[in-house]
């Protein structure tokens, strides 16, 4: 069962038993600080252990007043020049604590030796790659159910995709041979000038190929030329790859979230990564 998303009064909020939290994934002016209240009330009411918020910096006080923790944040993120920053709120405060402190420092230190690739490496012979399209959704999903047993999002459902595709999200995929091998997606909010690059996706079988480093490379020129300047991700903590190919782009670690998404079947610490893009022009096709 996936998550809801719905709005506290302008604000957009995910919720449910799924990733068992609240997530502000986006906060509107006018309902702060009012809407700090509104959240805790959420959460206890329907037992999460945990609020996830992602705030403007001007809204970070507040917060830490009510017992929020900042757990990452980016800087530059907005047009006026200010962070985002990422808090926690931990109902069952056993949820805050890492469980496996150890890898996810291995992992960060590998990423963090990684050189920044100039160029990404092309395609290999007989792969093509191009945005998707509505006629590519049901492929799209059942490369999702693939590769993820889980997800914060249903990407799993061709309606689900073909609605984002709709609303500001911008799919990326690699074929070969007539088969959707990888995919990704940027979800853009052009009143902030962000773009999350996300939904990194590639079937075992073409793993290792470089695949994923293309698709965001893509991704980023698109986003240039959309007028997109500041990129993050959340991605996996346990996961070696996400996080070097992100290092490999010139992205800067932003922290950790503890046990904050339910992702491949289980509950996962998830790392942010950020980059500063400057608008480019050009037909930005992938």
């Not at 906060?27 to 918020?53: M, Q, S």
């Not at 507040?62 to 929020?68: P, R």
């Not at 007989?126 to 059942?142: H, S």
């Not at 709709?166 to 902030?192: I, K, N």
Request: charged residues 20%; negative net charge; glycine residues 10%.
């Amino acid at each position: 069962m996936s998550d809801v998303l719905e709005r506290i009064g302008s604000s957009l909020v995910q919720h449910g038993p799924h990733n068992n939290r609240v997530y502000l994934m986006k906060l509107e002016a006018g309902d702060y600080p009012g809407i700090i209240g509104r959240l805790d009330a959420l959460a206890t009411g329907r037992g999460y252990d945990k609020i996830f918020a992602k705030v403007p910096e001007r809204a970070l006080s507040g917060f830490l007043d009510n017992g929020y923790r900042l757990e990452a944040a980016i800087p530059d993120f907005f047009a006026d020049g200010s962070a985002a920053c990422f808090l926690g709120k931990y109902l069952d405060t056993a949820r805050q604590d890492e469980r496996q402190p150890v890898l996810v420092e291995e992992i960060l230190a590998t990423a963090r030796r990684q050189e920044p690739m100039a160029t990404a490496r092309p395609l290999p012979e007989g792969f093509a790659c191009r945005l998707a399209g509505e006629g590519d959704v049901t492929a799209m999903a059942a490369v999702y159910r693939q590769v993820f047993a889980s997800y914060p999002f249903p990407i799993h459902d061709p309606a689900f995709i073909r609605a984002a595709m709709g609303d500001a999200t911008l799919y990326c995929g690699v074929w070969h041979a007539g088969r959707l091998a990888a995919l990704s997606s940027a979800e853009m909010d052009p009143a902030s000038g962000a773009a999350e690059m996300t939904d990194f996706a590639t079937l075992p079988e073409y793993r290792g190929q470089g695949l994923a480093l293309y698709l965001l490379r893509q991704l980023e020129t698109a986003m240039a030329f959309r007028g997109i300047r500041s990129l993050f991700t959340i991605a996996r903590a346990y996961s070696f790859g996400m996080n070097i190919t992100f290092a490999r782009n010139g992205y800067r670690f932003g922290g950790t979230l503890p046990a904050n998404t339910n992702i491949a079947g289980a509950l996962e610490s998830m790392n942010v990564w950020y980059k500063s893009l400057p608008t480019a022009t050009g037909d930005g096709a992938a």
